[in-house]
């Protein structure tokens, strides 16, 4: 109880939640009056980190920050430019067609967005859309990066549930087609009530020449998806194999890339990485202590006693992540949830 009102109290005063998570096993070490414990809280922290999946984490930030500094980006946006720009509400087309590429590469929404808010918001105020629907666009765009693989939720969800990434990979895709497809839908109903402006349409030969350059580029999330779904590597190796790619490409393709870049690149995923992988570790300390105090077993017999429906069940679930969703990030979110509501499911 004291550990618990603790831990609310630390979240209330604005506690970044890893800090909060590693302070709640010491505070029920001390609560409980079971000071043994003490000696496992260290490995139980960074016990969790012993994951061959969580490698996957840092490389693919890693590539996030190769593909900025390779200018590989903005080919992928010229390429969908060149499929779409041409049509009524081209631009709009083209920002989510680039989104749907750049979340088959990067796997984080705050990385995409921030790459495609740069590149494609003001091409399209430029082109006199309005700036709501712009950026409306693209942050909606930005939520295919959690769905489609390589998803990172879905690499922190496989380490703490222990369900096999790539086989969460694979059934990412058609949800991520779907909702590609529902924003498509609201696109054209957007693009008929706003009147959407049509770009000039682009000459073959310079479409050609945008195609061609882009191919290089493009090939980097078939790389991803296809050596996963192939059975070809794992995702953890597709990362390192699509990194490696995307310094060939930016060096020796696209010569945007210098080797004083690379290593500011690793410095920069490694202090994203690092944020991430510590608040993976300070999840475990939080799984430690509800397997002390059995709240599984208490949530499991308090959800049964409201409902013996699975499809309620699932509905009331689906609710509090849309009400924690609110007001948290994904990746707390998930650590908050799962080690709880999982043994419920199962």
Same mark, same amino acid.
């Given at each position: 109880?004291?550990?618990?009102?603790?831990?609310?109290?630390?979240?209330?005063?604005?506690?970044?939640?890893?800090?909060?998570?590693?302070?709640?096993?010491?505070?029920?070490?001390?609560?409980?009056?079971?000071?043994?414990?003490?000696?496992?809280?260290?490995?139980?922290?960074?016990?969790?980190?012993?994951?061959?999946?969580?490698?996957?984490?840092?490389?693919?930030?890693?590539?996030?920050?190769?593909?900025?500094?390779?200018?590989?980006?903005?080919?992928?946006?010229?390429?969908?430019?060149?499929?779409?720009?041409?049509?009524?509400?081209?631009?709009?087309?083209?920002?989510?067609?680039?989104?749907?590429?750049?979340?088959?590469?990067?796997?984080?929404?705050?990385?995409?967005?921030?790459?495609?808010?740069?590149?494609?918001?003001?091409?399209?105020?430029?082109?006199?859309?309005?700036?709501?629907?712009?950026?409306?666009?693209?942050?909606?765009?930005?939520?295919?990066?959690?769905?489609?693989?390589?998803?990172?939720?879905?690499?922190?969800?496989?380490?703490?549930?222990?369900?096999?990434?790539?086989?969460?990979?694979?059934?990412?895709?058609?949800?991520?087609?779907?909702?590609?497809?529902?924003?498509?839908?609201?696109?054209?109903?957007?693009?008929?009530?706003?009147?959407?402006?049509?770009?000039? +349409?682009?000459?073959?030969? @310079? =479409?050609?020449? $945008?195609?061609?350059?882009? *191919?290089? &580029? %493009? #090939?980097?999330?078939?790389?991803?998806?296809?050596?996963?779904?192939?059975?070809?590597?794992?995702?953890?190796?597709?990362?390192?194999?699509?990194?490696?790619?995307?310094?060939?490409?930016?060096?020796?393709?696209?010569?945007?890339?210098?080797?004083?870049?690379?290593?500011? +690149?690793?410095?920069?995923? @490694? =202090?994203?990485? $690092?944020?991430?992988?510590? *608040?993976? &570790? %300070? #999840?475990?300390?939080?799984?430690?202590?509800?397997?002390?105090?059995?709240?599984?077993?208490?949530?499991?017999?308090?959800?049964?006693?409201?409902?013996?429906?699975?499809?309620?069940?699932?509905?009331?679930?689906?609710?509090?992540?849309?009400?924690?969703?609110?007001?948290?990030?994904?990746?707390?979110?998930?650590?908050?949830?799962?080690?709880?509501?999982?043994?419920? &499911?199962?």
């Amino acid at each position: 109880m004291i550990a618990g009102v603790s831990f609310l109290a630390m979240l209330a005063v604005g506690m970044p939640i890893a800090f909060a998570l590693a302070a709640l096993g010491l505070i029920y070490i001390f609560a409980t009056g079971n000071l043994i414990l003490l000696q496992s809280y260290g490995q139980q922290m960074f016990g969790g980190l012993e994951n061959y999946g969580l490698l996957a984490l840092p490389l693919f930030i890693l590539l996030g920050e190769f593909m900025n500094a390779g200018g590989i980006g903005r080919r992928l946006m010229a390429l969908a430019l060149a499929m779409l720009g041409s049509i009524r509400g081209g631009l709009a087309y083209v920002n989510l067609v680039a989104n749907m590429m750049m979340a088959a590469i990067l796997g984080s929404t705050v990385a995409q967005i921030t790459i495609m808010s740069r590149l494609a918001v003001p091409e399209m105020e430029k082109a006199g859309y309005p700036r709501d629907v712009s950026v409306a666009i693209t942050a909606a765009g930005g939520l295919l990066a959690p769905i489609i693989p390589p998803s990172m939720l879905f690499i922190i969800f496989g380490v703490i549930a222990q369900i096999p990434i790539g086989d969460l990979f694979i059934s990412g895709i058609v949800p991520g087609l779907l909702i590609f497809l529902a924003f498509i839908g609201v696109i054209m109903w957007l693009g008929r009530r706003h009147g959407f402006p049509k770009t000039e +349409a682009m000459p073959i030969r @310079a =479409r050609f020449r $945008a195609v061609l350059d882009a *191919l290089p &580029a %493009a #090939a980097i999330p078939v790389i991803i998806v296809g050596s996963i779904l192939g059975g070809l590597a794992t995702p953890t190796e597709s990362a390192a194999i699509a990194s490696l790619a995307a310094v060939l490409i930016g060096l020796f393709v696209y010569r945007e890339m210098t080797l004083a870049d690379i290593l500011p +690149a690793f410095l920069n995923a @490694a =202090r994203g990485s $690092a944020t991430v992988l510590f *608040l993976i &570790a %300070a #999840a475990q300390v939080f799984s430690w202590v509800i397997t002390f105090e059995n709240l599984p077993a208490l949530v499991a017999e308090t959800m049964q006693a409201m409902t013996a429906s699975p499809i309620v069940f699932l509905l009331m679930l689906n609710v509090l992540l849309l009400v924690l969703g609110m007001i948290s990030d994904p990746i707390p979110a998930i650590i908050l949830i799962v080690p709880v509501f999982l043994p419920v &499911a199962t």
